[in-house]
């Protein structure tokens, strides 16, 4: 069941907006112990996409009692943070709308993330380019297609996950992870301006990088960049950050900025 606007309710309208339209965005963060980690971080993403959709933002003090209050006998879980424009307007008018929809859920903590920091990640190309959008780069959304069908090309070639390009032929980002790799003392991310999600650990770790002997630069690269790189890894809000064995036809044995960042990102 989900927790909405408060009640608990295992059902949603079907003219809610965020069914209709993905008119909305989202976020995800660990649970341990009943601690959200880097809860401002989930917060600051959440308010920066409804600004850019322009939804209002739910009443801060409300949505943290909400998110407390499930997370509180929580040893190990996944916290999931919704907010819908709602119900209302005409076809795609917004008009009408009312207040936001605030929606929250638990699930299970994935498993598998503790194996890949042992072996490393395979990240394989898929042929799903995303959409170039200056007005929708960067924020979680709710609408999710591309990362789908990428999904589903990844489930073909069994790999750990996806490299991603842009309609434009640059490194964007994975499926459900955002990229970083390093040469020398340099590390290297996607810029994220025309399409990908900025996640709140690729936030964590520029910040951490600017304070740091690590020299962070966001590029538009090709794919071929991974082949000069001495380390890759990938990171997001559960991850929170895995090494990289390989990346298309190209092998990595190095983690030293792996073992630098991954301390600071538990």
């Known amino acids: 069941m989900w927790l ?7 059902n949603i309208a079907l ?16 649970v341990i112990d009943g601690d959200v980690r880097f809860l401002d971080d989930h917060m600051r993403r959440l308010e920066e996409g409804c600004r850019r ?6 009443e801060r003090q409300t949505l943290l009692q909400d998110i407390t ?16 424009r ?10 009408g709308c009312g207040e936001s929809v605030r929606m929250l859920r638990l699930f299970s903590a994935p498993t598998h993330y503790a194996d890949l920091s042992e072996r490393g990640a395979l990240l394989m190309p898929v042929p799903v380019p995303l959409g170039c959008n200056p007005w929708l780069a960067g924020i979680k959304h709710l609408n999710r297609l591309e990362q789908i069908l990428i999904r589903k090309h990844l489930d073909q070639i069994q790999a750990d996950e996806a490299l991603v390009l842009d309609t434009e032929g640059h ?15 340099n590390v290297y991310t996607p810029r994220l301006d025309r399409a990908g999600v900025d996640g709140t650990m690729r936030q964590r770790i520029l910040r951490l990088l600017a304070n740091s002997p690590w020299h962070a630069q966001q590029v538009r690269a090709p794919l071929e960049a991974l082949q000069e790189a ?7 809000a559960l991850m929170p950050i895995l090494p990289v064995r390989q990346a298309s036809c190209w ?9 630098f960042l991954a301390p600071k990102c538990e």
């Open 69 to 84: 209050s499930l997370a509180q006998a929580e040893r190990k879980a996944t916290l999931k943070v919704v907010i819908c």
């Open 86 to 95: 709602g119900s209302g307007g005409r076809g795609y008018g917004t008009s």
């Open 251 to 259: 092998r990595y044995s190095s983690r030293a900025l792996y073992q």
């Open 230 to 236: 001495e380390e890759v890894f990938i990171c997001n």
């Open 15 to 30: 003219v809610e907006r965020g069914l209709q339209f993905g008119d909305g965005c989202f976020t995800s963060a660990r």
């Open 53 to 58: 959709l322009d939804i209002p933002m739910p």
């Open 4 to 10: 909405i606007n408060g009640e608990w309710r295992d």
């Open 171 to 185: 490194l964007t980002e994975c499926c459900a992870a955002n990229l970083f790799w390093r040469k020398g003392k």
